[in-house]
């Protein structure tokens, strides 16, 4: 298996422009996870899907933030109008209930946003 | 909510010492705790997961404890090599099937 796959792997764009990152799960997994790494806060989780459908986004910071799950292989985030306060690297992971939850991450996103 | 510790923040070793890095948690009311291995401009590897019936789990050099009750938990590296040089996170799980991820502890092993 590739293991999870993120899109870009680096995406540098201004304030004010519509950013969508992707993600796709390992196959058969049936969660899906969003988080994001600053310098100053950590690893936070956003948002996780279980079979598609969104669970928990309490971790998504505000409006801008939106993520979809339209079907078991692929996921987008979305940040319409990006910040500058948003540049972090966003990382997408996939969990299998068959399994004792051993979360999968996929290499990483880094926003730089100016 | 639940918070997520690691001390040291930075370690430097020389090659070939065992080492030991801490992690504790504020709510023992976990389902597991894994710990992570990421370096610069990588994702997260996976390296240990102990269920919470657990007290410990080992994979080659490396050596992981739980003790819940208390809170915390112990990666344990023997015989350090400059390929150990990384951060190392550790996370818990909780039952809203969320992780909660210490700062990491940056490590590294001079040849």
């Known amino acids: 298996d590739a293991g999870v796959i993120q899109s870009p792997r680096h995406e540098v764009t201004e304030m004010g422009q519509e950013v969508t990152l992707r993600c796709k799960p390992i196959?058969?997994?049936?969660?899906l996870f969003w988080y994001r790494q600053t310098m100053m806060r950590g690893l936070e989780l956003l948002i996780y899907?279980?079979?598609?459908?969104?669970?928990?986004d309490s971790g998504m910071p505000e409006d801008r933030f939106s993520a979809k799950m339209p079907n078991a292989s692929f996921s987008t985030l979305k940040i319409q109008p990006s910040e500058p306060r948003d540049s972090a690297v966003y990382f997408c992971a996939s969990s299998h209930t068959g399994t004792i939850y051993e979360q999968y991450f996929g290499p990483g996103t880094r926003l730089t946003v100016t | 909510k639940q918070e997520v510790t690691q001390i040291p923040a930075a370690l430097s070793v020389p090659e070939g010492e065992n080492l030991v890095l801490n992690c504790s948690f504020t709510?023992?009311?976990?389902?597991?705790l894994q710990w992570f291995r990421q370096d610069p401009g990588k994702g997260l590897t996976s390296l240990l997961l102990?269920?919470?019936?657990?007290r410990e789990q080992t994979s080659g050099r490396l050596n992981a404890s739980l003790d819940k009750s208390s809170g915390r938990s112990t990666l344990y590296i023997a015989a350090s090599q400059p390929g150990d040089s990384a951060t190392y996170l550790c996370a818990v799980k909780t039952g809203a099937n969320n992780l909660f991820f210490g700062t990491g502890t940056r490590l590294t092993v001079i040849p």
């Open positions: 102990i269920q919470s019936s657990q």
């Open positions: 899907f279980n079979n598609n459908v969104p669970i928990d």
């Open positions: 196959s058969g997994h049936d969660y």
């Open positions: 709510d023992s009311a976990i389902y597991n």
